[in-house]
């Protein structure tokens, strides 16, 4: 965590956010994990003609990566955006979860992408349950 939270708490508009920089990190990697994995599970699958699943997976990575390098700016914060933003974002982590579940048998990637999909939605949930209370 080290430098990247170093950085956080650098940031100028940190404090105004009223948000635990803790747990925004906590949440900036676990979108960071699935943005990995779940560019490694569309990659795999597009080899394993999973159509459907390598689409899910790939938009997957596309929402954690954008929801996380907002998370990323806390100068430009603003809470109702990034609400809808994380939101969009576990709806992503549900629905990709549910999809990797379904070839998780038979598929390693595919359980791995479901596990950091679902370990992201709960990191994403916790959050936004603190910046209710900021």
């Known amino acids: 965590m080290g430098m990247m939270?170093?950085?956080m708490e650098s940031m100028p508009s940190t404090q105004a956010?009223?948000?635990?920089?803790?747990?925004?990190?906590?949440?900036i990697e676990a979108c960071s994990a699935v943005e990995m994995t779940a560019t490694m599970c569309a990659?795999?699958?597009?080899?394993?003609n999973m159509a459907k699943c390598a689409?899910?997976?790939?938009?997957?990575?596309?929402?954690?990566?954008a929801t996380m390098r907002m998370m990323m700016r806390p100068m430009?914060?603003?809470?109702?955006?990034?609400?809808?933003?994380?939101?969009?974002c576990m709806t992503m982590g549900e629905a990709c979860a549910a999809e990797c579940r379904m070839h998780a048998e038979m598929a390693e990637h595919c359980r791995i992408c479901a596990m950091a999909c679902e370990a992201m939605v709960?990191?994403?949930?916790?959050?936004?349950?603190?910046?209710?209370?900021?």
């Open 5 to 7: 939270m170093d950085m």
């Open 17 to 27: 956010t009223g948000m635990d920089m803790a747990i925004m990190q906590e949440c």
């Open 43 to 48: 990659d795999a699958d597009a080899g394993e």
């Open 55 to 65: 689409a899910m997976c790939a938009n997957m990575a596309d929402v954690a990566h």
């Open 76 to 88: 430009g914060y603003d809470m109702g955006v990034m609400r809808a933003m994380m939101t969009a």
């Open 122 to 134: 709960e990191t994403c949930r916790k959050t936004m349950d603190a910046m209710q209370m900021a």
